[in-house]
């Protein structure tokens, strides 16, 4: 099976590991990777800040950019509610739809990939381990992938995982919200450390850049004990891929 | 505070920065909101295994009105009529006060008893009449509690929820004169002591409208604490003010929608009290007003109605859970978005009732998260809606919402923007500046504080670590088609 691997511009930028674990898992299934060169965003900071003709001329680049009939992985919930549903909304009545309705319907977050298209088994190689996890919210609500991502630690025999109190409460991040509203975004990330703290384990994980980047961010400010990590690259670990 | 004003983005952030540090205001919403949460969530578990296909009916019954919403205004204003009710309508807040003030003008009344109306709140009934010399005093305990310090409701539903029971306490101390208490039950009793008194005699009581039922033309009223029976029923003028979207078609859709707001709202089935009006006293009865008057109250109503997307957000019940799940609304509260209707679905309709630009700035007040459309008891879709809002401030939106053309938006963000679509709709310019900025990331860590957007950024957070060497690596990965 041949896919696209899209690796997001925080994958790109920041999360670059990460995006070199997520093709490894992939590969590791017997899956072959395509990577396009001229991949680029996904283009929600503009879509949520409210500039939509921008933002249609990122979509089309990204329908026209993977355009063989192969299913596009991505390893973040929240773009892939922007790419499967946004994208559509985005589109309603345009001339584009059905060229852009053909890209949406091939998108598919790596965890749900992973658990529904190739229905892994893993088996853990990893040391006892307390862990918790925080649920990106586009993920839980428009994407709707969670299940999966548990599912999958749920398959890894000496992890434990202690769920946040307020795990479908929101980090604050929000793309640009955390630049346009830091006071706000702060106080919420806040909780959410406070929240993560007290679950006293040893890291939290997330399976999506933009939270990690704002969780992390504002744990390492505080000299938060618990550690944080991007659930691909905890995966690769416990299946012995990762570095 | 007022509701029509223009606002400052230094108003907005001044209010906002005073909220967030404001830790006994904190401490009392999250625990208010906690338990707001907790007993919607075992109630549903527990009672309504339906809940989604209740939701459907529900959303069904409000989008069947609003699409013939005159037609069945006119035959709400036929039946009411035949009942004995007088029909009015305002189409301005201004309209609906002059009504109101002609009315305790013609019959020399001086003082008015209110039950609780969020739309006497949209028009400001409370100040209008103050400043004609009319006592407009509120029956509603949350509604008592911030009159007495002239505050404005802090939420739709429990408009004093910023306020414990020991803050309660001190407040009938200081304006009631009460003895210091903070049990709940002797709070309800000191209100109710002093209402008591205030009920005795009166001659004109005004009332909101959760239902106005177009087949029956009826008015159905949900409360709590009996105040709204007595502002409806023991005086001798009852008017209530009816936004047109209120409008149901039967006494079925009613309870449907019932059934969704009273666990929406605060996590029970029913309430204390629900009033179903069908008109004045009528002869040989024993109690009821001699006169009953609706206001049926559009306010640009009609303009929301007439949009293809925007007039979903007229199904709203008012239940408040919107503003419950909000994690802004749950750190800021409500007195922060300087507007009547705070919350997600305050920030949908609070522009389109008082203009976009008076209130640009309180489309930023969300962080998109979609908590408020998952539990929204009638689906409006709210993150999409406040995400057009702010397509309609850029002037990328479909151009419908009242005042957008005069919205100020950040020119610095609107360049931001278009270069970055430009770079993203182009495969090698977006690796030139991913390759730059991983060149000059170490700088961005000594200047970062010194550019707008990294330096708010960089208040509360570390810089994250710029990579930037995928394209190198992804080729060395064996087996991996690089194209």
């Known amino acids: 099976m041949r896919v696209y691997f899209f690796a997001t511009c925080l994958g790109e930028a920041v999360f670059s590991q990460t995006a070199l674990n997520c093709i490894k898992l992939l590969q590791r299934e017997g899956v072959e990777v395509i990577f396009k060169k001229d991949q680029t965003c996904c283009g929600q900071p503009s879509y949520n800040s409210g500039y939509y003709e921008q933002t249609r001329e990122i979509v089309l680049h990204n329908v026209r950019l993977f355009k063989e009939d192969h299913p596009i992985i991505v390893p973040s919930g929240s773009c892939v509610g922007m790419m499967a549903h946004d994208y559509l909304e985005l589109f309603e009545g345009h001339k584009a739809y059905e060229e852009v309705k053909n890209f949406s319907l091939r998108v598919y977050e790596l965890a749900e990939f992973l658990d529904k298209k190739l229905e892994v088994r893993y088996t853990d190689l990893g040391a006892p381990i307390k862990v918790t996890w925080h649920s990106n919210c586009h993920a839980l609500r428009v994407s709707k992938v969670i299940e999966s991502a548990k599912k999958i630690i749920s398959q890894l025999s000496n992890v434990e995982l202690v769920p946040l109190q307020r795990e479908e409460e929101c980090c604050g991040f929000g793309g640009t919200f955390a630049v346009k509203e830091p006071e706000i975004s702060n106080a919420m990330v806040q909780e959410k450390i406070h929240d993560i703290e007290s679950r006293q384990v040893e890291y939290v994980l997330s399976a999506d850049a933009g939270c990690l980047l704002n969780i992390s961010g504002a744990m390492a400010k505080v000299r938060s004990k618990t550690k944080s990590m991007h659930f691909y690259d905890f995966l690769a670990q416990r299946v012995g891929l990762g570095v | ?483």
């Open chain 2, 1 to 483: 505070m007022t509701h029509t004003t223009t606002h400052s983005d230094h108003d907005y952030e001044q209010v906002i920065g005073e909220k967030l540090n404001d830790a006994q205001l904190r401490t009392n919403l999250r625990s208010a909101m906690d338990t707001l949460i907790h007993k919607r969530k075992d109630l549903l578990e527990d009672r309504y295994p339906e809940w989604e296909q209740l939701r459907t009916m529900g959303q069904n019954a409000k989008l069947k009105v609003l699409s013939q919403l005159d037609s069945y205004v006119q035959k709400f204003e036929e039946n009411a009529t035949k009942n004995g009710f007088v029909v009015h309508y305002a189409n301005t807040a201004k309209d609906a006060n002059e009504i109101i003030y002609n009315l305790a003008k013609e019959r020399g009344v001086e003082r008015i008893l209110k039950g609780k109306s969020m739309a006497s709140e949209e028009i400001g009934l409370n100040q209008y009449m103050k400043e004609k010399g009319i006592v407009a005093k509120e029956t509603d305990l949350g509604e008592l509690i911030i009159q007495l310090i002239d505050e404005h409701p802090v939420h739709i539903v429990v408009p004093a929820i910023h306020k414990n029971r020991h803050q309660v306490g001190k407040i009938f101390q200081e304006k009631l004169g009460a003895p210091l208490e903070s049990e709940p039950e002797k709070l309800n009793g000191i209100a109710r002591k002093h209402m008591r008194g205030e009920f005795e005699g009166f001659k004109m009581g005004i009332s909101g409208v959760n239902f106005a039922i177009a087949n029956e033309g009826a008015i159905w009223l949900v409360e709590n604490e009996g105040n709204g029976r007595m502002c409806t029923t023991a005086c001798d003028i009852h008017v209530a003010i009816c936004g047109i979207e209120k409008m149901v078609e039967s006494f079925e859709d009613a309870s449907i929608l019932n059934n969704l707001l009273c666990p929406s709202a605060v996590g029970v089935q029913i309430t204390c009290y629900q009033n179903i009006i069908t008109g004045p006293r009528q002869e040989g009865e024993l109690d009821g007003p001699k006169e009953a008057h609706i206001i049926l109250l559009d306010h640009n109503r009609s303009n929301i109605l007439a949009d293809e997307k925007y007039y979903k957000a007229l199904s709203c019940i008012r239940c408040g859970t919107c503003l419950n799940h909000c994690p802004v609304y749950d750190k800021i509260g409500g007195h922060a978005y300087l507007a009547t209707y705070p919350g997600p679905i305050g920030v949908v309709i609070t522009p389109q009732l008082f203009g976009l630009d008076n209130y640009a700035h309180i489309a930023n007040l969300c962080s998109l998260c979609g908590r408020c459309g998952e539990v929204c008891p009638v689906k409006i879709p709210l993150p999409e809606l406040i995400r057009d809002l702010r397509a309609e401030k850029t002037h990328e939106g479909r151009g419908v919402v009242r005042g957008y053309k005069d919205t100020k938006h950040s020119k610095l963000e609107e360049l931001g923007m278009k270069a970055f679509a430009k770079l993203a709709s182009n495969g090698t310019l977006w690796r030139a500046a991913m390759a730059m900025s991983s060149t000059f990331a170490p700088l961005g860590k000594v200047f970062g504080h010194y550019t707008p957007v990294l330096k708010k950024w960089l208040r509360y957070r570390e810089m994250p670590k710029v990579q930037g060497s995928l394209h190198a690596e992804v080729k060395k990965l064996p087996g991996v088609i690089y194209e």
